[in-house]
């Protein structure tokens, strides 16, 4: 299977060097389905803006506590103090700027590109209280809890155009990022005058700078050329 990925890449960097003509689209757009790994719903919209370079702008939802990301924002401590969480709705926002630097060889959006990208996400927990009802009392309201993220990656990818309206990116990112991450757990206090334990919320969190790495496609689609 290796070797066959491998033949089909080496095929078609081998057909997009042979393709001098310039009529692919001049813009592309985009979806990575990998990203779902990472519960994000990823679109994006590249545009050249120049003969070799383009601006990529990505948006969409993000769902917490599913794939990777449910493993990262994982909460062993709230789970152990009788609460439970589920997924809530999110966004992701990135801009990057993409270089092709092949003169001669492709034209923007296709090619072998480099380039970098900042991008915000956050994704947003639902808490609910399982702790109360045992101490006779009325359950809390759900609270939320978030996990927010800032980051600088650099691209290094490839994008091929299969005709002229479909395209292919295969990308690969290395980088860093800053999270932060608030969550939600129940503190109990004795109330003397009732005689009852009264819960509350209690936020609490961490902020980390992390090493960050990706790759992945993307499976785009344009338009007809105007300009031919």
């Known amino acids: 299977m290796k070797k066959l990925f491998i033949a089909t890449l080496c095929f078609l960097v081998a057909g997009q ?10 813009y ?31 948006l969409g939802p993000t769902i917490s506590e599913i794939g990777i990301m449910g493993l990262v924002l994982e909460d062993r401590l709230a789970t152990e103090v009788g609460v439970s969480k589920n997924s809530s709705l999110g966004f992701l926002v990135a801009l ?11 034209t923007a959006p296709r090619g072998l590109y480099l380039g970098p990208e900042l991008k915000y996400r956050t994704y947003n927990t639902n808490y609910i209280d399982n702790i109360s009802e045992g101490f006779s009392v009325p359950r809390l309201d759900d609270s939320k809890g978030t996990a927010s993220q800032f980051s600088f990656k650099f691209y290094t ?4 155009w299969l005709g002229s309206k479909f395209s292919l990116d295969v990308y690969t990112a290395l980088g860093f990022g800053l999270t932060d991450i608030n969550r939600q757990r ?6 003397p005058s009732t005689n009852q ?9 961490t902020s980390k700078v ?13 338009g007809d050329r105007k300009d031919k």
Do not use: C
């Open 17 to 26: 060097a042979n393709a001098q003509k310039d009529d692919h689209s001049t």
């Open 186 to 191: 129940v503190l109990t206090n004795f109330d």
């Open 197 to 205: 334990v009264q819960p509350e919320w209690q936020k609490y969190g």
């Open 96 to 106: 990057g700027y993409r270089y092709y630097p092949i003169s001669g060889m492709a």
């Open 210 to 222: 992390t090493f960050m790495g990706s790759f992945g496609v993307k499976f785009g689609i344009g």
């Open 28 to 58: 592309a757009i985009k979806f990575a389905p990998i990203q779902m790994l990472m519960g994000e719903v990823n679109f994006s919209y590249e545009q050249r803006v120049s003969k070799q370079s383009s601006i990529e702008v990505s």
């Open 157 to 160: 990818g490839y994008q091929f």
